[in-house]
């Protein structure tokens, strides 16, 4: 038994080594999570086919005094573990910043999501913060990254919170761009403090009824296109946003309503529609039948009352950059209607999730629709299975996008 015993104490102190990491990585709320994904297509419109990759993902919630909180999270990726071009190794920071709490309001400085709106999915408020629509992840919260910016948020009262934003580092949306023929210029804002965007909100959260009051100045997320002769220059226009939104519920009912009015600042040797004002409404009812299954309605418009149709420009690259703008921002006519429905649902002790969202706009008869499946193997793994279908003319918003049609899976690992 001698021979035993200096493996016993090895044994004990690793044990015990093990012990105070765990115990550390569970002080700082340290979690981490290994994925991997395979999709049928790429969300860059390159025509790329069955892309197999992996992730690792990591976040920690650091409590470093009383006055002071810390958050850091990043994504390690491998898209495609064949190294296709473009879809080689990448890091990002999603999120780190410090909290400082005060008396009545706390600051937040560092690299952050503001998600702002009521709305299911699509939220005309939400203007501070970008997101990724080619990351080959599945969920829509994957899509998210931060702007290093500053955050004041000041409670007036338990139900009333003033929200300041500023950042000089503005971000755009990723997003993939259908071909033109010619090539891409694109110009974005210095992170200069003439540059700077700023946000102001107030908040307020209370029983069954909560509203918001905001207005946001800065760059558009999405870009506008604009000509130089032989190539297309797409900028980020500068806007003026007010926004509201609210929410309340009856019952098993809920309400909920988000609209935005934008002031596009000129720009010039752009089409006409690119720097008249807009409104964007979304409205919608939501209810809870039996225990789980939940049904999500909304409509939504975009109206501009001075709509001009690139088919009536003269120019040939006028029209072509009219078109372009079109397909960017969704904006068909004067009038542009749709429709999002959601509805999921929960079986077997919260463990089998189903879900399906469909998206359509009225004028030019383009859709998306997203069937999700998921099951949690266990507390650690998780599976998920689920398609992003495009349909529609390739002139329309979700028509350009039919060839990143195709199912994904995903099999997620938490530690």
Request: hydrophobic share 35%; proline share 6%; glycine share 10%.
């Amino acid at each position: 038994m001698l021979w035993a015993a200096p493996g016993y104490a090895q044994s004990t102190e690793e044990a015990d080594g093990h012990s105070a990491i765990g115990q550390f990585l569970a002080d700082q709320h340290v979690s981490a999570w290994l994925r991997l994904d395979y999709f049928r297509s790429s969300n860059s419109l390159d025509e790329t086919r069955n892309l197999v990759g992996g992730t690792l993902q990591i976040k920690a919630l650091s409590r470093l005094n009383e006055s002071l909180d810390a958050k850091i999270e990043g994504r390690l990726a491998e898209p495609d573990i064949r190294g296709r071009p473009g879809y080689g190794p990448e890091s990002q920071l999603l999120e780190g910043y410090l909290t400082i709490h005060f008396g009545h309001a706390d600051l937040r400085i560092g690299k952050q999501i503001v998600a702002w709106g009521r709305a299911d999915g699509i939220n005309p408020t939400d203007n501070l913060t970008p997101r990724n629509y080619r990351v080959l992840l599945p969920l829509e919260e994957d899509q998210r990254f931060g702007t290093t910016s500053a955050r004041l948020d000041t409670y007036l009262s338990q139900a009333l919170t003033l929200t300041v934003f500023v950042s000089p580092y503005f971000e755009p949306d990723r997003f993939p761009l259908p071909t033109t023929g010619l090539a891409v210029e694109t110009q974005k804002p210095g992170h200069t403090l003439s540059s700077t965007e700023e946000g102001i909100r107030l908040n307020k959260v209370s029983g069954d009824f909560d509203w918001s009051l905001s207005y946001y100045h800065g760059y558009s997320l999405i870009p506008m296109a604009g000509s130089t002769g032989s190539a297309f220059e797409l900028f980020y226009n500068s806007m003026d946003v007010l926004g509201a939104d609210c929410a309340r519920n009856f019952g098993r009912f809920g309400f909920r309503t988000e609209l935005a009015y934008a002031l596009p600042r000129v720009h010039p040797d752009v089409d006409p529609n690119a720097t008249r004002p807009r409104l964007f409404w979304v409205a919608g009812i939501d209810r809870t039948f039996l225990e789980e299954l939940n049904l999500n309605l909304q409509g939504f418009v975009r109206w501009m009352p001075r709509y001009q149709d690139p088919v009536s420009l003269f120019d040939p690259m006028e029209r072509n950059v009219g078109a372009l703008n079109v397909t960017i921002s969704g904006q068909e006519s004067g009038v542009s209607p749709g429709l999002t429905f959601r509805v999921s649902d929960l079986w077997w002790n919260d463990t089998l999730r189903a879900e399906l969202l469909a998206i359509t706009n009225f004028t030019r008869g383009d859709g998306y629709l997203r069937p999700l499946l998921s099951y949690d193997v266990s507390d650690h793994l998780r599976l998920t299975l689920g398609g992003n279908l495009y349909r529609g003319p390739r002139t329309a918003q979700y028509g350009v996008l039919r060839p990143d049609s195709g199912m994904f899976a995903e099999f997620r690992y938490g530690l």
